[in-house]
């Protein structure tokens, strides 16, 4: 059975849909062809889709994405049954007032000299395409497609809706 997907051009549903998951797998091009991944901590995103994270300036995915600017984003929350990927463009921003604007202290942690840090930069993450599952959160639920896969010997269709969001160019 193909997949029927729900194409769309809003960017706040995605949004919407990563706004309080905080970290996100983010895949870079390493080497011009091997896929490199590592979690990344999101600040809030922007109302745009625009999604800003933490970075050194001289940290290994800087180097990538000085090669290819291409990165993938994968957001997960299996308590809500909420997934989402991201495929979009990162640029590197070393401007300090957004720096500022974007600091809280938790991030001191990963960034000890605080945002006054010359080694600090952002990724400004520009979303192109993005992609999410969500389902219905239900114990009961689970257990019930559980039982009539079980009983029936046949895998249970799953209701997850899955929708495209394509920002046009």
């Not at 600040?43 to 290819?68: C, I, M, N, R, Y």
């Not at 945002?115 to 999410?132: C, H, Q």
């Given at each position: ?31 011009g062809t091997e896929l490199h ?47 989402v990927a991201i495929n979009g ?39 192109d395409k993005g992609e999410f ?37």
């Amino acid at each position: 059975m193909a997949d029927q997907v729900a194409v769309s051009h809003d960017v706040t549903k995605l949004v919407e849909k990563i706004k309080d998951i905080k970290i996100a797998m983010m895949t870079t091009i390493e080497r011009g062809t091997e896929l490199h991944s590592r979690p990344m901590y999101t600040s809030e995103p922007e109302a745009d889709g625009t999604l800003w994270f933490f970075t050194e300036q001289d940290s290994q995915k800087v180097g990538e994405l000085q090669q290819d600017r291409h990165v993938n984003l994968g957001y997960s929350d299996p308590g809500a049954n909420t997934y989402v990927a991201i495929n979009g463009t990162a640029q590197v921003v070393t401007d300090r007032a957004k720096i500022k604007e974007l600091w809280s202290e938790g991030l001191r942690g990963w960034f000890p000299k605080g945002s006054d840090d010359p080694n600090i930069a952002l990724l400004r993450v520009t979303i192109d395409k993005g992609e999410f599952w969500d389902s219905p959160n239900s114990t009961l639920l689970r257990a019930y497609t559980y039982v009539k896969a079980v009983i029936t010997g046949e895998r249970d269709q799953p209701s997850a809706d899955r929708q495209s969001v394509v920002i046009p160019e």
